[in-house]
């Protein structure tokens, strides 16, 4: 991609945030274009190489720019996306508009041959005229299938970006997305919706004792144990750290705290083991559950889960505690 050429150009003050947006369109564009996956830390790196290329030096003195706010990469790709919706529906009109003209031409043609059978001039003609429709439809054709295949791109990113790396379970990004979707279904067909909040406990002993690799290994396992003990229409996310949240549609409250100690027995009961350290160790979850009620909001319901998740750890962990009303 060309830049202009801004060399050393002076910013001021007020044009500081007009000059941000600009400078993070355009990296954006770059990581959709290379089909690079907008993580925070790829972002940041497109982000200063535009700003280099661009001279707008003064940016490095006059503000600290934070990790690309996963709204603003969310954004960008619905925007992207709608717009190559449009293009997409417009080439498929056009393509189609294109072979009824080609089959039109080649009525055409077929008359003025017959009309003209032995007039060279003419048949060099209609041999240049089918040889240019030709070469249209293959560009048309050419030009849909590019454009179906950026649109699977951005989908893709989309998809990826919902997605925590570590665990491969649903990230905090798509549970904020998905409880609204969830609550909003919840009060249109009147069914119970409730939320599971968990949480490690001691998890940072085991990462200063034992390393963050095996952390890893303690996460990528719970997520496991998580996901085989849910149903397929239940939503399990990796919210922070080692806290993890399940969206449980069509589940009462108490149904959702069965589910909670079940989950929490087969937790206590695995037994992860270090070969080369000769080492074998437990862990423990705590659990907080709630379940949706008249005018909760996506932080309503969150912050009931994780009072109740609180309350557990305040009474010994390895517990499910639930905020119930039935």
Same mark, same amino acid.
């Given at each position: 991609?060309?830049?202009?050429?801004? %060399?050393?150009?002076?910013?001021?003050?007020?044009?500081?945030?007009?000059?941000?947006?600009?400078?993070?369109?355009?990296?954006? %564009?770059?990581?959709?274009?290379?089909?690079?996956?907008? @993580?925070?830390?790829?972002?940041?790196?497109?982000?200063?190489?535009?700003?280099?290329?661009?001279?707008?030096?003064?940016?490095?003195?006059?503000?600290?720019?934070?990790?690309?706010?996963?709204?603003?990469?969310?954004?960008?790709?619905?925007?992207?996306?709608?717009?190559?919706?449009?293009?997409?529906? #417009?080439?498929?009109?056009?393509?189609?508009?294109?072979?009824?003209?080609?089959?039109?031409?080649?009525?055409?043609?077929?008359?003025?041959?017959?009309?003209?059978?032995?007039?060279?001039?003419?048949?060099?003609?209609?041999?240049?005229?089918?040889? +240019?429709?030709?070469?249209?439809?293959?560009?048309?054709?050419?030009?849909?299938?590019? @454009?179906?295949?950026?649109?699977?791109?951005?989908?893709?990113?989309?998809?990826?970006?919902?997605?925590?790396?570590?665990?491969?379970?649903?990230?905090?990004?798509? @549970?904020?997305?998905?409880?609204?979707?969830?609550?909003?279904?919840?009060?249109?067909?009147?069914?119970?919706?409730?939320?599971?909040?968990?949480?490690?406990?001691?998890?940072?002993?085991?990462?200063?004792?034992?390393? +963050?690799?095996?952390?890893?290994?303690?996460?990528? *396992?719970?997520?496991?144990? @998580? *996901?085989?003990?849910?149903?397929?229409?239940?939503?399990?996310?990796?919210?922070?750290?080692?806290?993890?949240?399940?969206?449980?549609? +069509? #589940?009462?409250?108490? $149904?959702?705290?069965?589910? $909670?100690?079940?989950?929490?027995?087969?937790?206590?009961?695995?037994?992860?083991?270090?070969?080369?350290?000769?080492?074998?160790?437990?862990?423990?979850? =705590?659990?907080?559950? #709630?379940?949706?009620?008249?005018?909760?909001?996506?932080?309503?319901?969150?912050?009931?889960?994780? =009072?109740?998740?609180?309350?557990?750890?305040?009474?010994?962990?390895?517990?499910?505690?639930?905020?119930?009303?039935?």
């Amino acid at each position: 991609m060309e830049y202009p050429n801004k %060399k050393h150009k002076r910013l001021e003050v007020d044009d500081v945030a007009l000059t941000v947006t600009e400078v993070a369109r355009t990296a954006l %564009k770059d990581i959709v274009c290379k089909r690079m996956l907008p @993580l925070p830390h790829v972002y940041e790196e497109v982000f200063w190489n535009v700003v280099k290329k661009n001279g707008y030096d003064d940016l490095m003195s006059q503000m600290h720019l934070p990790s690309m706010p996963p709204s603003m990469v969310e954004e960008f790709l619905q925007q992207t996306e709608d717009v190559l919706d449009g293009v997409q529906v #417009t080439m498929d009109s056009f393509f189609t508009g294109t072979k009824d003209h080609i089959a039109g031409i080649s009525d055409t043609i077929e008359g003025i041959e017959r009309e003209f059978p032995t007039d060279s001039e003419m048949g060099r003609k209609i041999k240049m005229l089918i040889h +240019h429709n030709q070469s249209l439809q293959r560009e048309a054709a050419q030009a849909q299938e590019k @454009l179906r295949d950026q649109a699977s791109v951005i989908q893709d990113l989309r998809q990826k970006l919902r997605i925590d790396p570590l665990t491969e379970l649903l990230n905090r990004r798509a @549970l904020e997305a998905d409880l609204k979707k969830e609550l909003a279904r919840s009060r249109r067909y009147s069914f119970p919706l409730s939320v599971i909040m968990a949480d490690i406990d001691f998890f940072k002993k085991i990462n200063d004792s034992l390393g +963050h690799r095996v952390g890893d290994r303690v996460l990528q *396992k719970l997520a496991e144990i @998580l *996901k085989k003990g849910v149903r397929e229409v239940d939503l399990l996310y990796r919210y922070g750290g080692e806290e993890f949240v399940i969206i449980l549609p +069509h #589940t009462p409250c108490k $149904a959702a705290a069965h589910l $909670a100690e079940r989950l929490r027995q087969k937790i206590k009961k695995y037994i992860f083991t270090i070969p080369k350290e000769n080492t074998k160790f437990s862990v423990t979850v =705590s659990f907080g559950v #709630t379940a949706v009620r008249d005018g909760d909001d996506i932080d309503g319901v969150l912050s009931r889960a994780d =009072s109740a998740l609180y309350e557990a750890k305040s009474q010994g962990r390895d517990k499910v505690t639930a905020a119930c009303l039935d």
